[in-house]
Every structure is written in C-alpha cells, then in structure tokens.
C-alpha cells in the first residue's frame, strides 16, 4: 500500500466515523426513518470495518462482486445523469423561484446557478457542475434540487470510478432531499437507481413506482420508464 492509498483510506475512515454519528443525529431528529437509518447504519458499519482491517493489514480492501447485469445498470445510470441534468435545465431556464437569493459578488439567482450547474453537467464538466450546486447549497442547504441533482452526478461519478465514499455522500444527499419534499418525482427516481446499484431491486421498484405515482413531466416519466425498461430480465 503506497503513502497516497494509506491516506485515501485514512479520510474515508474519518468520514465513515462522520457519517455514523451524522446518522444517529438524523434518527434522534426524526429526519430518517428506521428502515433506511437500518440499511445506511449497516452499509457504514461494514465498510468502517473493511477500510480499518485494510489499514491494520496493509493490504487494500478487494472491490465488492457486482450483480450479473449491473454492470448495465452502471452505464444506464451514468446516461440518466445527463437526462438529469437537461430536466434541470428545461425547469429552471428563464425561471427564479419565490424566495430566490443572491449569491457571489455577480448578482445570480439560485434558479440561474441550477440552471448552469446543469449546463455543466450536460457538458461532462462534472466538478464544476458540483461546485455550483455548492453555491447554491452555501446559500441554501435546503435547496431540493440542488441536493437532488448533486446526489445525481455523486452516484454517477461513483459508479464510473469505483468510488464507494462518493456513493455514500450520494445517499445522504438524496435522503435530505426526500426528508424535504417527499413526493419529489425526481428524488424518489434517484433514490430507486441508487438501490438498483446497491443490488436491492425491491427497494429500487418501489421507488420507481413512487415517482411514477407522484405526476412526473413528461420527460421525467420517459427516463423512468426507459430505465426500467433497459435493466428488465437482467
């Protein structure tokens, strides 16, 4: 194990620690309920484990099997993604939302910034495009869509890299957005491809059915559909 993988592993661990005491924060709260407090508690626990045995070892933790056909399922995601973000450009584009602010020392909306973080995502310039929606969530940590849309762009870029801490972090966006707005289309999509990645295809449906259920736009309604549909009979 090289200096720069010791370190790496290091900061998943504190963040791993972090996260497990954010949770426990979010239970007592009553901002999660006791099934996903269940599966994120035990997701963090048993990677904690892994990354600290890794340490004591020396030896890199080995990359969790995939599911026959998730492999599919990670490319469909990494398309959906972009769909994500050309629905955040189509309802933001020449919109600004009631109580919209100001940010930065050049006058710029929050619907502005929305709208070019998911420009930047179409784009494939996935940093900036989160750098944005930090602006936004500086602003405004309880911003839906930008909570919404970061989760996106994490778990696409966590399942192209094998980068299980963006995973996570992923995960903890999308719940704050549900906890927010529980029958967001959008989000209750986003949580049903991260169980499908996570290999839960119960939890993922039921999601689905969620957004579906819930009056998506049109051309939500069509990604659902078509990503249903492209992982059928895996």
Known sequence: ?????????????RFLRRSLDD???ERAAGDID??????LRDDYERRLASVTAAMASGALPAAPPR?????FAVAAVVAVAAVGAGLAVAANAGSRKPGD?????VPVTSSELLTEAARLAQSGRIVEALETYDQ???SNPDDVEALGEKGLLLLSAAQAADRPVLRTEARELLDR???????NPRTLFYLG????LDGDDEAAEARFQEALANDPPPELRRAIEGFRESTAGR
Do not use: F, S, Y
Request: without cysteine; aromatic residues 2%; glycine residues 4%.
């Open 101 to 105: 602010t100001i940010t930065g020392e």
């Open 34 to 39: 006791e099934v996903d407090h269940a599966a």
């Open 193 to 196: 491809l991260w169980h499908d």
């Open 67 to 71: 599911r026959r056909g998730r492999t």
């Open 23 to 25: 949770l426990e924060r």
């Open 177 to 183: 957005a549900l906890a927010l707005d529980p029958d």
């Open 136 to 138: 936004v969530l500086e």
């Open 1 to 13: 194990m090289t200096p720069d993988e010791l370190a790496a592993l290091e900061e998943e661990q």
